[in-house]
């Protein structure tokens, strides 16, 4: 018995020494990540309004932080939804698979929006903002490898006016992602995150904010005269709001409970990053011994740039406003959490490209098209050359070898072409041939010929990166620079792999950056690495970025 006693000591001693005690070195992380997606910010807003900038806001992220110069978006086509996925997973949409804002499914035919999900429900808005969540996003985020790392102890948050850009940010373990409802003026969530609105969330809906911004409307920030960079108030190019003769300063016909109006006045990103500001006080985010995240997008930079375009004297206020309201949101975090305890960062989701005919009359080739005349142009020629609805077919079974055009995507009806045993490869030739004969095209790339790579970089790998086999169509229709699909004669769109889509801001500020610049191309799947390498965790599952190497310079 005596001898059975001193075994057990002698192994639980042996135990004792075999366990090491818990380490009182942890590894070193900032207290809180926050990434600021200003959308449609061009890379070159930057120094286009440098002069007119504060020290406080831009310019401040740029002496002070440090600015990866050539950062790209290295896939088609460069919408939203593709580009906030993008931005918090380092992958493209042939992995993380959101293909654009909506798509179609090539098995079914039947179409989606990118953050649509019938199993949930509304919560704290309308039924038709609210059956969102983000299960069509097939990979993590950066926040969803946080949580994991931290065995679910870092909290992930993300705001933004739109849905697709709080959701596809927040990722799939989110703690509170919240959008804005326009048929009620508060933010709301969906049961996929909780069932309830924290109460925090409900006294800041609770203020109304948005029917004093309505009443305000928008005014010149300065004297017009300051405005040095921007067309005439008054230009062909630029589209009007609701009520308006002209799109002309002040803007200040919204009619109170036009909830929506917010979201393309510059009160959009005030609202948002009040909003902001009161989850990190009240979730008091930042605070625990592991770093929180919180994604912001700012909203209104995009609804604003597709309204007026970037040559726009509302462009110019609205970046001035922005700088001044950013400037305050540093001195926000900086006050709360103590200088360099913060890792920020800010980029865009995708650029803008200027108003076709505002080119035109700068002599540049310029142009657009829509795609659902092209489309139906394109079906009918296609369909009378191979008898699709020649007579004798009933008019119900009506159909079109071409089942849609859209978001530059061409998708064939392959059950169609099968059962009636036509030659699929003919067909293909016969809408590239049409399309080819049209003004503004470059090229239609059939994503499943080899052919594709003879196309020039970077073209051909933001094509073969942004098609997902499911989602995507069977061919991708290319413009010619400075041409777009896009419905109005006015404002502008994006989507194309120009420069002026695909060439976005990248500022990274605080914890562990040192001051510099670099002009080394980089993409934007290198965020989500970056984030990941500082913050010492696993790279997002479908992260294909490269961390970018901070080196110090003097800055300029
Ligand atoms: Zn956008």
């Given at each position: 018995?005596?001898?059975?006693?001193?075994?057990?000591?002698?192994?639980?001693?042996?135990?004792?020494?075999?366990?090491?005690?818990?380490?009182?070195?942890?590894?070193?992380?900032?207290?809180?990540?926050?990434?600021?997606?200003?959308?449609?910010?061009?890379?070159?807003?930057?120094?286009?309004?440098?002069?007119?900038?504060?020290?406080?806001?831009?310019?401040k992220l740029v002496r002070e932080g440090f600015s990866q110069e050539q950062t790209m978006i290295n896939y088609l086509p460069t919408f939203t939804a593709p580009g906030h996925a993008c931005i918090w997973t380092g992958s493209v949409p042939a992995?993380?698979?959101?293909?654009?804002?909506?798509?179609?499914?090539?098995?079914?035919?039947?179409?989606?929006?990118?953050?649509?999900?019938?199993?949930?429900?509304?919560?704290?808005?309308?039924?038709?903002?609210?059956?969102?969540?983000?299960?069509?996003?097939?990979?993590?985020?950066?926040?969803?490898?946080?949580?994991?790392?931290?065995?679910?102890?870092?909290?992930?948050?993300?705001?933004?006016?739109?849905?697709?850009?709080?959701?596809?940010?927040?990722?799939?373990?989110?703690?509170?992602?919240?959008?804005?409802?326009?048929?009620?003026?508060?933010?709301?969530?969906?049961?996929?995150?909780?069932?309830?609105?924290?109460?925090?969330?409900?006294?800041?809906?609770?203020?109304?904010?948005?029917?004093?911004?309505?009443?305000?409307?928008?005014?010149?920030?300065?004297?017009?005269?300051?405005?040095?960079?921007?067309?005439?108030?008054?230009?062909?190019?630029?589209?009007?709001?609701?009520?308006?003769?002209?799109?002309?300063?002040?803007?200040?016909?919204?009619?109170?409970?036009?909830?929506?109006?917010?979201?393309?006045?510059?009160?959009?990103?005030?609202?948002?990053?009040?909003?902001?500001?009161?989850?990190?006080?009240?979730?008091?985010?930042?605070?625990?011994?592991?770093?929180?995240?919180?994604?912001?997008?700012?909203?209104?930079?995009?609804?604003?740039?597709?309204?007026?375009?970037?040559?726009?004297l509302e462009v110019e206020d609205l970046y001035l406003r922005l700088d001044r309201e950013l400037a305050q949101f540093l001195a926000f975090l900086d006050q709360r959490y103590g200088k360099g305890n913060v890792l920020l960062f800010l980029t865009?989701?995708?650029?803008?490209?200027?108003?076709?005919?505002?080119?035109?009359?700068?002599?540049?080739?310029?142009?657009?098209?829509?795609?659902?005349?092209?489309?139906?142009?394109?079906?009918?020629?296609?369909?009378?050359?191979?008898?699709?609805?020649?007579?004798?077919?009933?008019?119900?079974?009506?159909?079109?070898?071409?089942?849609?055009?859209?978001?530059?995507?061409?998708?064939?009806?392959?059950?169609?072409?099968?059962?009636?045993?036509?030659?699929?490869?003919?067909?293909?030739?016969?809408?590239?041939?049409?399309?080819?004969?049209?003004?503004?095209?470059?090229?239609?790339?059939?994503?499943?010929?080899?052919?594709?790579?003879?196309?020039?970089?970077?073209?051909?790998?933001?094509?073969?990166?942004?098609?997902?086999?499911?989602?995507?169509?069977?061919?991708?229709?290319?413009?010619?620079?400075?041409?777009?699909?896009?419905?109005?004669?006015?404002?502008?769109?994006?989507?194309?792999?120009?420069?002026?889509?695909?060439?976005?801001?990248?500022?990274?500020?605080?914890?562990?950056?040192?001051?510099?610049?670099?002009?080394?191309?980089?993409?934007?799947?290198?965020?989500?690495?970056?984030?990941?390498?500082?913050?010492?965790?696993?790279?997002?599952?479908?992260?294909?970025?490269?961390?970018?190497?901070?080196?110090?310079?003097?800055?300029?």
């Open positions: 018995m005596k001898y059975l006693l001193s075994f057990v000591l002698w192994i639980s001693g042996l135990a004792a020494i075999a366990q090491p005690r818990p380490s009182t070195q942890t590894i070193a992380r900032p207290k809180l990540v926050v990434g600021i997606v200003v959308d449609q910010m061009r890379w070159d807003y930057l120094y286009r309004y440098w002069d007119r900038y504060g020290e406080g806001g831009f310019r992995i993380h698979g959101i293909a654009g804002n909506d798509w179609i499914y090539s098995a079914s035919g039947t179409s989606t929006y990118c953050v649509y999900d019938s199993t949930v429900q509304p919560v704290g808005g309308s039924w038709r903002a609210g059956q969102m969540s983000p299960r069509n996003l097939l990979t993590t985020t950066v926040g969803d490898e946080l949580k994991l790392a931290t065995n679910g102890r870092s909290r992930v948050c993300a705001v933004s006016l739109k849905d697709r850009a709080s959701i596809l940010p927040g990722g799939h373990q989110s703690d509170g992602t919240y959008w804005y409802d326009d048929s009620t003026g508060t933010f709301m969530t969906s049961t996929y995150y909780r069932t309830d609105l924290p109460g925090w969330l409900q006294q800041f809906n609770a203020r109304k904010l948005p029917d004093s911004m309505l009443r305000a409307g928008w005014t010149l920030a300065q004297p017009e005269k300051n405005y040095r960079h921007s067309t005439a108030d008054s230009t062909p190019y630029e589209g009007r709001y609701k009520g308006e003769k002209t799109p002309t300063f002040p803007h200040t016909s919204f009619r109170p409970g036009d909830y929506g109006a917010i979201r393309a006045l510059p009160a959009g990103n005030t609202l948002t990053l009040e909003l902001a500001k009161t989850l990190l006080t009240a979730e008091k985010m930042g605070t625990g011994a592991d770093p929180d995240l919180l994604a912001i997008n700012l909203a209104s930079t995009d609804y604003v740039g597709h309204q007026f375009a970037p040559n726009a865009a989701d995708h650029g803008g490209a200027h108003n076709p005919r505002f080119l035109q009359d700068y002599k540049i080739p310029a142009g657009q098209f829509t795609e659902g005349d092209m489309g139906k142009n394109m079906q009918h020629d296609a369909d009378s050359v191979f008898g699709v609805n020649a007579p004798g077919i009933q008019k119900d079974a009506q159909r079109s070898v071409v089942r849609f055009f859209n978001n530059y995507y061409i998708y064939l009806d392959d059950t169609l072409i099968q059962s009636r045993g036509y030659n699929r490869e003919a067909i293909i030739r016969r809408i590239r041939q049409y399309m080819l004969g049209r003004p503004g095209i470059a090229d239609v790339v059939r994503l499943d010929d080899p052919s594709v790579l003879l196309l020039p970089e970077p073209i051909r790998s933001r094509i073969i990166n942004g098609h997902h086999k499911k989602r995507s169509g069977d061919l991708i229709v290319i413009p010619e620079p400075g041409w777009f699909a896009g419905y109005a004669p006015t404002g502008t769109t994006h989507g194309t792999w120009n420069p002026y889509d695909a060439h976005i801001p990248l500022l990274f500020y605080g914890w562990n950056i040192p001051k510099g610049r670099s002009t080394q191309p980089g993409s934007m799947t290198d965020i989500a690495a970056t984030l990941c390498t500082l913050l010492q965790i696993q790279m997002p599952n479908g992260c294909i970025g490269t961390p970018i190497r901070f080196r110090e310079s003097s800055g300029n």
